[in-house]
Nanobody, 119 residues
């Protein structure tokens, strides 16, 4: 499974960004995809994830502001995972990573995309 994240950048507080993660490869075994983030000096944390059944879970600190979605069935040979981020805060500044979990079991990571929110 290959994951390619994009869409990060610099935005003012209160603004919006849309992150995308292009997924390809042996997607038949993937049952969950999600976004994580890691701020400088902090541990990587889960932001949001979505299962192959469509269930979504959000971290408390992004509820009501971020939306995770996927453009096709998770087991499609190619799909795009999206994170729409609204009402951004300076504390949302971090490197954002897309992630996929498979039944193999195996965990896959994208290369990360930097989001910087200026106050």
């Amino acid at each position: 499974v290959q994951l390619q994240a994009s869409g990060g950048g610099l935005v003012q507080a209160g603004g919006s960004l849309r992150l995308s993660c292009a997924a390809s490869g042996n997607m038949e075994t993937v049952y969950r995809m999600g976004w994580y983030r890691q701020a400088p000096g902090k541990l990587r944390e889960s932001v949001a994830n979505i299962t192959n059944g469509g269930s979504k879970i959000y971290a408390e600190f992004v509820k009501g502001r971020f939306t995770i979605s996927i453009d096709s069935a998770m087991d499609s040979a190619k799909n795009t995972l999206t994170l729409q981020m609204n009402s951004l805060k300076s504390e949302d500044t971090a490197v954002y990573y897309c992630n996929a979990n498979s039944y193999v079991p195996e965990t896959y990571w994208g290369q990360g995309t930097l989001v910087t929110v200026s106050s």
